[in-house]
T-cell receptor, first 116, second 116 residues
Framework: GAVVSQHPSWVICKSGTSVKIECRSL??????MFWYRQFPKQSLMLMAT?????????EQGVEKDKFLINHASLTLSTLTVTSAHPEDSSFYIC????????????FGDGTRLSIL | AQSVSQHNHHVILSEAASLELGCNYS??????LFWYVQYPGQHLQLLLK??????LVKGIKGFEAEFIKSKFSFNLRKPSVQWSDTAEYFC??????????????FGKGTHLIIQP
């Protein structure tokens, strides 16, 4: 149980385009989802916390206008990287928890984003 | 802001050797502590967690960790490693706030290589 699915797993696109990444909880309802970014050979960094039906909370230094997060249902959160540039190339990982305050989080497989 | 420090970035051991990976965190309040493992090409998997109670926690695959509050440490141990333990290991901390546990703060990870 507690499966989190991300789509796509890998995307390559041209600089200036926008890319949408989906994060789905397959067998539970996720009141909260988290988005992380992992640069090569580095650790995961929390980008934002997404609560169903409300605005996301962004960590310091993360541009909310560039990384648009939508959590419209209890099973789906999306991260849209707008006007992506090569420096946005990274590994994006989402996680979800199935009830308020619950730990641990369940992680998706991640999305590798490469901007040419 | 909280931070997590993993002392060993690369560890190379022979099979059957004992393992200890260090993890220290900086936060004085209530925390939840985790160790995750990431095998090559796979998503993060939870090894073990500490919320409260017995500071010695046992996880999957023979791993255990000890929470020492006075030292702000949560070191991971395994008495006898196997080749299949080759992976990246992340220590993570979640700060507990009034609304529930927050997103995770990860250490930089330890790349463990087990030689046959």
């Amino acid at each position: 149980g507690a499966v989190v699915s991300q789509h796509p797993s890998w995307v390559i696109c041209k600089s200036g385009t926008s890319v949408k990444i989906e994060c789905r909880s397959l067998d539970f309802q996720a009141t909260t989802m988290f988005w992380y970014r992992q640069f090569p050979k580095q650790s995961l960094m929390l980008m934002a916390t997404s609560n169903e039906g409300s605005k996301a909370t962004y960590e310091q230094g993360v541009e909310k206008d560039k990384f648009l997060i939508n959590h419209a249902s209890l099973t789906l959160s999306t991260l849209t990287v707008t006007s992506a540039h090569p420096e946005d190339s990274s590994f994006y990982i989402c996680s979800a928890r199935d009830q308020a305050g619950a730990q641990p989080q369940h992680f998706g497989d991640g999305t590798r984003l490469s901007i040419l | 802001a909280q931070s997590v420090s993993q002392h060993n970035h690369h560890v190379i051991l022979s099979e059957a050797a004992s393992l200890e990976l260090g993890c220290n965190y900086s936060y004085g309040g209530t925390v939840n502590l985790f160790w995750y493992v990431q095998y090559p090409g796979q998503h993060l998997q939870l090894l073990l967690k500490y919320f409260s109670g017995d500071p010695l926690v046992k996880g999957i695959k023979g791993f255990e960790a000890e929470f020492i509050k006075s030292k702000f440490s949560f070191n991971l141990r395994k008495p006898s490693v196997q080749w299949s333990d080759t992976a990246e290991y992340f220590c993570a901390v979640s700060q507990y706030s009034g609304g529930g546990a927050d997103g995770l703060t990860f250490g930089k990870g330890t790349h463990l290589i087990i030689q046959p």
